[in-house]
């Protein structure tokens, strides 16, 4: 927001002059102010050649000056705040607003650093990026205070961006990026969890299903067995018996398969059912030792 020297609209005088409507015109007759214009044309008073008349003008609208702050926050960890601060001159002081300053954003950004650097070091990294309307209402209430004695007011100063070092930013993003990626690791092993388990539960579950279909089968096999040896007769088979049927009956189930088998290899069997009631007798055998063992 800088000041400018006008010229009036006439050549070789600034006996008149025309005034924007966004600036404020200020007369000066032989570099001593004099009185404010007001917008439109205006007779400012008697010139020659701009030697008594001279003219000094300030803009009315509303100006944005961006201040960046460099600064280190509470974990070392240097940043820079990027301040934008809207001001504007106060109709009534005017004169204050041309005179006082030389330099208004020099002022505002030596008032702004002030604040930022006071504050952002008492903060972490993570508390200045969750505090920026705290830093934002601290920098406002300063220069409300000290802009205000020159003539100007603060509509508003924003704390838009902090920004860290770019190393901090990778690092920052990689320990993100680490943390998502141990997230989708630890979801890909329990699914691998659930899978395998309803696996589990699924071959638990044919084979208790297969189990129950096998013993079924037995038990129609033997029903048969006992059925078509004994029918017409008042003969009752033995469980031994029964046993010996079976097993000569998977006995051939056992041949049957091995020669289906198109890759099976040689094996040598005593084929004859004799050898049949011999494996029953080992088999009898066998679980009649195992039970005198564990009585022991």
Partial sequence: MAQRQESGCLPCTNCFVTVPQDKYYAVENFGKFDHMLNPGLSFAGFDLCGCCVSFRSITSRVDQLVVDVHTKTKDNVFVTAKVAVQQSVKPDNVVDAMYKLSDVHAQIDSYVSDVVRSSVPHMTLDESFEKKDDISNQVQQKLLVEMGHYGFQIHKALVTEMVPNREVVQSMNEINKQKRLRDAAVMAAEAEKVRVVKAAEASADAAQLQGEGIARQRRAIIDGLRESITHGS?????????????????????????????????????????????????????????GAGQRM
């Avoid at 189930?253 to 091995?258: G, Y």
């Avoid at 290899?265 to 011999?278: E, K, N, R, W, Y």
């Fill in 234 to 290: 008042s003969e009752q088979l033995s469980t031994e018996k029964i046993s010996e049927l079976l097993l000569i009956t998977q006995y051939f189930e056992t041949l049957r398969d091995i020669a289906a088998n198109s890759k099976a290899q040689t094996v040598f069997l005593p084929h004859s059912a004799g050898a049949v009631s011999d494996v029953a007798s080992q088999i009898r055998n066998g679980i009649m030792q195992a």
